[in-house]
């Protein structure tokens, strides 16, 4: 089954815009067993659309679309597909009921093209759009099958999850059997090293399947298993999960698709811990990424950005020696690291105290090379580690790996006093 | 003169990265005046390969490759093309300079695979790559023209500014006068807005042409201009950002592709002043955006996150009967704001002092509602700003909005503080 996906738009064209869809249906569908072979951009241009459908019809049996069923004139991906097809467009009665709710709720009249986005193409399934106006619409004709999805990735996503992919499962793929999928994320090791590790599964694989899962910044990776229900399903990814987290026992720190700071927060949630930070170089990241998680608020008591020498003597109390003369080992050491971590920590009265101090760059510091960073974890009534990391690349690199470390490095903090819990 | 994008990759089928190249190579193609219609992705297969070349030959003057172009076997963008036009792939000796000493420098013997990395099509114009290994190149053959560059954006992107671009404009265009650009930053006013205060301008431009910028997060112009000569570009450009300043000028803050933290910084190091921040709900975000640029340290100290009461009492004096009690303002109000800056300022002991407290979400905090938050500002001397904000979005949108809205008022602060030097 061969699947071209098709993304509609004259703002993809002029790049003012970045293709995201693409790159997420294309994950969904090798997930679903689906080959993507080519994908192509158009513009809001009813004559090269039809050339684009045509070009796709005589290489691919599952044509995907994502945008062009909006309310303007420049709209018409639905009017393409339709004329070539040789369909009439009908109006949806659930999406122009939505529509007229939409605009009577505002107190402001609907103008006839908005009533355009609630048109389907007659013999279709229409695919209710949950998070947005514009219906979109699966159909099969002949040899091909037909997905039209709406641009915005916050509509797209999950009219793709809740509508598009069941239709594609039932009505193409004809699975009696859904597939269930499992995201196991890990911290502390690269995506290279993860996949040595896991090599022979890789290649051995055949239910549930394995692959690298995608996404900025973070080492992933996802099962795949199709099963008549979800007890089957879950049997079957968990003995695969087992096997996996046995060879990565410090590296897996969650079994769904989570960021690490996620896992810290419910740990310390779950365990009545709190954390603190003294940070320097990253000038408040660490803190900055723990606030993204909702709940954060119980774990997290705040902390301080020491960006100079300053702020870590007069706020955190490092002594000047430790900072400056001919023997001090300067704010970037173990020394400073220890210290602030500590103090944060006594300060703030947490359970835990986070510190990084290093040399982000560009140049040289107290001449020390860029990239040489230390990072410090305090507990109450435990011992202080520091960690020595030396990060090859830019500014923003150096301060992004040494807030991922610690992160990691908390992680595995939690993990041991969970187990004296 | 019509463009097609293609871009060779299975990684990008297989959804495993975007495509940012797209969206990069349409932009500056658009500012070159070349009309993309077009962009497709194809795998590494020399078949498929082909035939999306043959189908781009029809329908554009200009094929612009990106990826398939490095040491493996499955690196085929040039193979595909040669075989196309009937041309032999030479080594083009510079390149393979290049990837001799890279090697010797290593003490690692290079592979046959990677002497692929030097080959370039007979006739071509081999396009040099600064920050890789693998030469690019640009070919006219025929009607048409073909500019091959490297995958990685990082490698991309120089060799597109300082190789293929000025090869268009000499050979394709044949311009015989360079284009130059100019990218205007705002802050402070939405995408639409901008828009409309210049819709006069921009429907009746001419030369230079004005076009927004596209760039995530943020709002940007882009004037372009034809000239013999910088002076000459420049006197048309200014000319233009003279009249759009002149109609936002508490908009407009730089008039090149820096973030708002760039011209900030640069502002208060030029003034010798110092700032300091007491973050509540965005965690460190403030503080962590100025720190991404270098040179920071000058005027940056650092701060507190004051993530919890706790700390807001403790660390920044804030009074008990604001945040607790019946009739206490709480945490987020202006009196807390205004507290929280003047006490930052004062403990750090900085010309400026910044302050951020609000109701991040999700769900209400003192029975207050999302998107609720106070800004505050303090000034040595001076009187303090708070701004009330009421953001619509979800947590990291209020976070960031926020954030962004500090900076601005920071920004106009610097604007007025300079003034007065």
Redesign the interface.
Known sequence: MKAEIIAVGTE?????????N?????????ALGID????????D?KE?LK??IR?AQE?ADVLVFSGGIGPTQDDLTKDAIAELLGRELRTDRPAMDKLTEFFADRGVEMTENNKRQALVIDGCAPLPNATGLAVGLALSDGEHHYIVLPGPPSELKPMFENEAKPWLLHQVLTEEMPLYSRILKFAGIGESTLEDKLIDLIDAQTDPTIA?Y?KEGEVAIRLSTKAANIQEANNKLTALEVQIQSRLPEHMYASEDVPIEDTIVKMMADLGLTVS?A?S????????S???I?G??SM?????????N??KE??LNVPRDYLEGENAPGAVSREVAEVLAEQVRM??DTDFGLSVTGV????YSERKPVGLVYIGIAERGGATEVFELRIKGN??TV?KRSTKTLLYRLWRRLVEAEKQH
């Open positions: 993809l064209l002029l790049g003012q815009i970045v293709n995201t693409a790159q997420y249906l294309s994950q969904e569908l090798a993507v072979y080519f994908q192509t951009v158009v513009g241009n090269r050339q684009a070009q290489r690298p995608a930070a940070e170089c990253t000038g408040g990241m660490v803190m900055e723990l606030t993204t909702p954060s608020a997290l008591k705040g902390g301080i950005v020491c960006y100079s300053e702020m007069k706020m300060i703030a982000a760059g560009p140049g500014r923003d301060r």
